[in-house]
Structure formats: C-alpha cells, structure tokens
C-alpha cells in the first residue's frame, strides 16, 4: 500500500495536493495559487514572512500578463468562428454554411449537396469540432460565461498544458456520449467540454481539494436540473463530458507523482470515447 503524502512542513498532517515545481506535499495552510499550479511556499517566494512590496509588485505584474490563458483562448476561439460564420453569411443562428456542414456532430446525413456525411462516413474530426460550433448567441453567450467563470481555478490548478488537454478530452467524451444517446440529432457546442471541467472540480471536491470553494457539486446539480427541464439540450452530451471530465481529474489527481503516465491515462480517456463513438456508428 503506498504511503500517504504528507505535508513537508507539518508531517502530522495528510494531503492530495503537491507543489507544482518541487514534487512535495503541501497542506492547505502552505499552498500558494500561482498562474500555472499550486506552489509550496519556498518556491511560491514565500517562507511565513510577508514579500518585500517590489517583489509583490512585480509577481502581481506576471500574474496579470500570463492569467489564464488557455480559457480565454478557448473563448476566443469559439467567439471567432462564430463571427466567420457569420461573415460566410451563416445567418445569425448558424446552423447552416460550410462550416456547420462540415463541423456538426451527427451519425450520418445528408449534406446540401446530396452527399452522406458524417462520423459513420470516417469524419471522425467531427467528434470535436462540434465543440466550437454553437447555434446563435445565445447559445454561444451562456457556454462562453460559464467557461469564463469555471475554467480559470481549474487551469490554475492543473496548469495550461493540463487544462487544454482535459478540456479536449472531455470535448471528445461528450460527443461519444451524445452519439450513444441520440446518434442522429444534429449536435454542436462546447458544452460537453465545459461538463468536463465541472466533472473534475467535483472529483476534487471529493477528494478534499476545493478549487471552487466547495460549490463545484451544487453547480452540477442545478446545471443537471437545467439539462433534463429544458427540451433540445443534448442531456447525452453533458453526461459524457461530465464522466470524461472527472476521469481526466481522477488521473491527473491520482498519479501526479507519475506526471506521463497521468497524461497518457488522459489521452487514454480521450481514445475510449472516441471507441465508443465508433462503436455506436
């Protein structure tokens, strides 16, 4: 049985999170949020006394320049595809255009030109371009606010690198799982993607790291209450991302000794949705 981490400032006391640059355990009186990860207190430049002012200054300046760049460069992405959409003269709600022709998820189709399209054609870039496709704005607004106010504490915690791979992951499990429940439903929208990181702020709420304060399971359950009350939401596609999202979590959280390995059981939860998808089509 492996010995539980401990924090190397208060022995007596057990912990799940380790410093992001060194490797050893911090209890949560010794963790510092950094922009890329949670830091122990000699590398977050902190030893129990208060940073000199120019010193505070100055690493207030970094904060702000790197932020979190990952989850305003998923909004930008999904907002700037839209708008070409648009200039591509998709119509406001763009759900049609070559975009959305050649993005959509769907099973199998027929496009405008009378040709079968779709994933069971071998148009497996489907399974997440979808994620960044949306039907008009307000579709595209309430996705990209709660991508806003949920994705910056988990791309601080687990890091860039980390968060875009989660979010890809959980982009890719959603689509799976909204193929499994309604192959032939004309699906698009980072939602699936965004039910993943909600997945893994709850699997961490679970295991006592709390990087929304504690709220992450309210949130599921309001937003789960949401999915199944109002009609034309792809209740498959939430479910998938939220158990794609909370395995990549459970992976990241539970080898993080192991940085590779974590990452390939990630990848690995990426290739298991994409075999479900093809299993289904």
């Known amino acids: ?83 070409l959409q648009l200039l591509m003269g998709a119509g406001i709600t763009a ?3 070559w975009i959305n022709e050649h993005g959509v998820l769907v099973s199998r189709a027929i496009d405008s030109s009378g040709q079968v399209v779709g994933v069971s054609e071998g148009e497996w870039w489907r ?13 595209l607004g309430m996705n990209m606010l ?25 982009g890719l499990a959603g689509s799976a799982g909204a193929l499994l429940a309604s192959p032939d439903a004309l699906t698009v929208g980072a939602s699936g993607a965004i039910w993943g990181i909600m997945g893994a702020a709850v699997l961490l709420e679970a295991r006592k790291i709390f990087v929304f304060g504690g709220q992450a399971m309210g949130l599921v359950v309001l937003n789960l209450a ?5 009609p034309g939401i792809s209740i498959g596609g939430h479910i998938g991302g939220l158990i794609g999202g909370a395995l990549g979590a459970f992976a990241f959280s539970s080898l993080r000794r192991m940085p590779a390995l974590a990452t390939l059981s990630v990848v690995g939860v990426g ?11």
């Open 146 to 170: 709660v991508l806003w106010f949920i994705g910056p504490p988990l791309e601080e915690y687990f890091g860039r690198a980390r968060f875009a791979l989660l979010f890809l992951v959980s």
């Open 226 to 230: 949401i999915t199944f009350l109002i």
């Open 1 to 83: 049985m492996t010995e539980a981490l401990r924090c190397y400032r208060h022995p007596d006391r057990e912990t799940l999170v380790s410093c992001s640059d060194c490797g050893r355990g911090i209890c949560p009186d010794c963790m510092t949020f950094g922009p890329v990860g949670i830091r122990c207190p000699d590398h977050a430049g902190v030893s129990g006394r208060a940073v000199a002012p120019r010193r505070a200054v100055r690493q207030a300046k970094r904060s702000y320049v790197s932020g979190p760049i990952v989850t305003f460069t998923l909004i930008g992405l999904n907002v700037g595809i839209y708008l």
């Open 271 to 281: 290739v298991l949705s994409v075999a479900l998808a093809v299993s289904q089509v």
């Open 127 to 139: 399974l997440l371009t979808a994620a960044f496709l949306h039907y008009g704005p307000i579709h």
């Open 95 to 97: 759900s049609t255009g």
